[in-house]
């Protein structure tokens, strides 16, 4: 690609990996949420990887990581879905005030964990279809 | 002989299913009217209380409905796998 677009495009990446993550971490407050921010993060990487060779991406973030990633993700999520939210809820809401940063119970956790399954899952489908 | 018999069977199934179906949409509410409004009400009422979550659309999504959410990143994980191991590409002599 050209020197213009890989510059801009390695200034801007950290810039929409931050927004994302906000978006996602701050999903139990304000508008939001993991598949919001996850879906932004995951753009950061479909431009990393249209614009530079897509074999340099993928040598630094390889595809078995990302299922790694996925699994542990996926499981954690199920563990949170299953069990905790409704064991533990109401000793962890009497311990948080609402509408701070520490509030929502378990939902914050389950933002993290349902963000990393959308990202793992989009930038897998991109290494499968994005062809050089 | 069976086949026919068979046949008329799956007619007249399929006939009494759609009876069955059509009978019920005279108890779905009109279109655009708020009459089962029960949930919605509960949720906005309680949402705050039960779950702790400012966001009413995150409380739902990944406490009152958290099941549906788990079902719905199960087909996500589904399908990148699917996608993943379909179309993986030769590099190198061999797959990988």
Known sequence: ??????????????????????????????????????????????????????????????????????????????????????????????????????????????????MFMVITAIVLILYSIVRE | MRMEKSKTAGALIITILALFLLYSTVFIPKFGSFENKEVAVYYLQNGLRLTGSANIVNSIVWDFRGYDTMGEETVLFAAAMGVFLIIRRRRYGHYR
């Open chain 1, 1 to 114: 690609m050209d020197i213009i677009v890989k510059t801009v495009s390695r200034i801007l990446f950290p810039f929409i990996i931050l927004l994302g993550s906000f978006v996602s971490l701050h999903g139990h407050i304000s508008p939001g949420g993991a598949f919001a921010g996850g879906a932004i993060i995951a753009t950061g990487f479909a431009l990393l990887i249209l614009v530079f060779t897509e074999g340099d991406v993928e040598h630094k973030l390889t595809r078995h990581e990302l299922i790694d990633l996925k699994s542990v993700s996926g499981i954690l999520l199920l563990i949170l879905i299953l069990s905790m939210g409704a064991l533990f809820r109401s000793e962890l809401l009497s311990t948080q005030t609402p509408l701070a940063l520490w509030s929502g119970g378990f939902t914050m956790f389950s933002n993290i964990a349902g």
